[in-house]
């Protein structure tokens, strides 16, 4: 048991020394004696020990001297030096008797262990001399030089001691002192410390990897394959042993090291869709290699779905793309190819434009584009609700924290939106108290919900849309300036309707397709009532447009829409635009009684009167 548990191994090229270790064990780490295993084994033995695997499962060795050098040679684990100093070569001179200023001693041994040694001649009372072998055949040869030049004595390691004698030349071996054996025990110990908890961080993350549903490859910064999942060996259809330590331009894999960091890139691999991203390894400043993360196409269509299907589930998702946003005018093909521009980042977008152009469009159609697709999308109108109820459907609550608060509290609108977008309709509208804290937002990236004492970290893209000139506002001092420039980092401008005439026939037959379930009979719309549309002014925008079509479909009694559907049509619209505003008692009347009888539910009751709950809000207001 003993022996499968050791993670330093003493290699001790005397049988002193040997015992001098086990002694500093037993005293020193009896509580860690399970971590060491000592063996004699000097410079003639520690090759073959070496070869048979005698340190195979070690964390660590310790040695001493050439024993030490050529394991550190002959393995790939760290070997730990036990170091020999002055103090132990003097101990070694006393002990042979040699202190006369007659007699030349030779400090025999290899480099790294009589560095220095010549030093002694000015405390001893005889010459020192140092004797450099690195190894056993030249060892005899320098010995023999050594004996020829005068030396009467040999103080060295076990093999230059071993040899000398071999010579006929009176020698003593050097011992280790006890706490440089300590020294060295407690270095391996704690070297084999860390590499255990490296091993097993290692076999942790590689678990992680190999689990990973996605296709792993990692690549040095030489260029060569150090990790490879299962993933990616059903990709590529090779192994991971004839993968891992080739260089990757030669494994023909597709996959380009000069990939734009976190940067996606479609391939084919075996006549299949792949996503590429690569992420650079950075160690202090320096690149040391890079990681690339393969997805079948087919997969991240498959968890998109999903996503997107949790979040319909939620009502929290976008359901407007930019294809969905008809036109060929000049005016209409800008504010696409911006919006198109725009969604690739993640800075704020406001949107301007005359009510019912289709703002809230644009923005699910930006959300859309982006990287956060799959992720949450959110609206709120700022005209729409008073103020104490838009702080706390923006930035939600903690439990208690006013009369009727839910229990529990609630989130709000920007932490729902997390890691996706929120659409602020009507900024323009929102009271000045609310702005400061909007700014706040946008600066710090945190809310702090009503009555709460932490603050939430989130990361919210803001795309904000106004009928209003802010500018203007600004100057008026109704509108913060530091939000507004805030707000205005990207600008698009959504062309009214009448701006963009030549869209009008392009745009009738689109609403006709998408209203073609309330009457199946028609088919088509004549080319002259095409025109009267098209000429005909919108105030109302594409949103007037649009109710305009769904009347027509619903009214027109032939297989097309003619131009007296048209005409019929504009009759209502007229009657509809002469009761936007209520001037009298009578029509303000009849609103309280339809809101009444919708249980003051705005989105109901502006149906009923065939009017938007903006334009319901905003009448409210002014009837107070």
């Not at 009896?30 to 195979?56: I, K, P």
């Not at 170091?83 to 040699?98: E, K, N």
């Not at 529990?408 to 997390?418: C, D, N, T, W």
Request: proline residues 3%; charged residues 25%.
């Amino acid at each position: 048991m003993k022996r499968l548990q050791a993670q330093v191994l003493v290699v001790a090229p005397t049988p002193r020394l040997a015992e001098d270790v086990r002694g500093v064990i037993a005293d020193r780490f009896h509580a860690q004696e399970v971590l060491f295993e000592v063996v004699e084994a000097d410079l003639r033995d520690a090759e073959t020990f070496a070869g048979r695997g005698g340190a195979e499962g070690y964390e660590v060795v310790v040695s001493r001297g050439g024993t030490a050098d050529l394991l550190e040679q002959l393995l790939d684990i760290p070997v730990v030096h036990i170091q020999v100093s002055l103090t132990d070569i003097l101990r070694a001179v006393r002990t042979a008797g040699a202190m006369t200023a007659e007699q030349k001693i030779g400090v025999a041994g290899f480099p790294n262990m009589i560095y220095g040694c010549a030093e002694l001649s000015e405390l001893l009372p005889l010459e020192v001399v140092e004797i450099e072998v690195h190894g056993a055949r030249d060892a005899e040869e320098k010995l023999r030089a050594g004996a020829a030049e005068g030396v009467d004595m040999i103080v060295g390691d076990a093999v230059s001691a071993r040899i000398a004698r071999k010579c006929g030349v009176r020698a003593t071996a050097i011992d280790s002192g006890r706490q440089a054996i300590y020294q060295a025990l407690s270095e391996a110990a704690l070297i084999a410390g860390v590499r255990r908890q490296d091993e097993l961080t290692s076999n942790f993350l590689r678990g992680v990897v190999d689990k990973a549903q996605d296709g792993v490859v990692a690549v040095n910064a030489e260029g060569e394959v150090s990790l490879f999942n299962p993933v990616a060996e059903d990709i590529f259809r090779r192994t991971r042993y004839e993968t891992v330590g080739q260089k990757l331009s030669a494994l023909r894999t597709a996959l380009d090291p000069a990939q734009d960091a976190d940067e996606e890139q479609f391939i084919r691999i075996h006549q299949k869709q792949y996503l590429v991203r690569r992420t650079p390894v950075v160690v202090h400043g320096t690149v040391c290699g890079s990681i690339f993360r393969v997805q079948s196409i087919s997969e991240v269509q498959r968890i998109e779905r999903h996503i997107r299907k949790k979040l319909a589930d939620r009502g929290l998702v976008a359901k407007w793309n930019m294809e969905d946003i008809k036109g060929v005018s000049a005016s209409c093909q800008t504010m696409k190819h911006k919006a198109e521009k725009y969604a690739r980042t993640d800075s704020t977008v406001l949107i301007t434009g005359e009510s019912g152009t289709g703002k809230e469009m644009l923005a699910q159609g930006i959300h859309n584009r982006s990287h956060r697709r799959a992720r949450p999308f959110l609206a709120v109108n700022c005209a729409a609700l008073p103020e104490n109820l838009l702080e706390s459907e923006l930035f939600g609550y903690v439990d208690g924290a006013f009369t009727g608060a839910r229990k529990g509290g609630r989130q709000g609108l920007f932490e729902l939106a997390h890691g996706g977008t929120i659409f602020l309709d009507e900024i323009g509208e929102m009271p000045a108290l609310l702005q400061t804290r909007l700014l706040r937002v946008l600066q710090e990236r945190e809310v702090m919900p009503l009555g709460g004492e932490s603050i939430v970290p989130i990361d919210v893209r803001v795309i904000a849309a106004t009928n209003q000139n802010l500018a203007r506002m600004v100057e008026a001092g109704t509108f913060r300036s530091d939000l507004y420039y805030r707000l205005n980092i990207l600008r698009i401008h959504m062309p009214a309707l009448a701006e963009r005439r030549a869209d009008i026939p392009l745009l009738v037959r689109s609403l006709m397709r998408r209203l073609a379930h309330l009457n199946g009979e028609i088919t088509g719309i004549s080319d002259e009532a095409v025109e009267l549309l098209r000429i005909r002014p919108w105030p109302g925008n594409i949103r007037q447009l649009q109710n305009m079509m769904e009347r027509l479909m619903l009214l027109a009694d032939g297989v097309e829409i003619t131009v007296a559907d048209v005409r019929r049509a504009e009759e209502d619209d007229r009657e509809e635009l002469s009761g936007t505003q209520p001037h009298t008692e009578e029509e303000g009347d009849v609103l309280h009684r339809i809101l009444a009888e919708e249980h003051y539910n705005l989105s109901r009751a502006a149906k009923r009167l065939g009017i938007h709950r903006t334009t319901l809000w905003r009448r409210m207001k002014n009837m107070k």
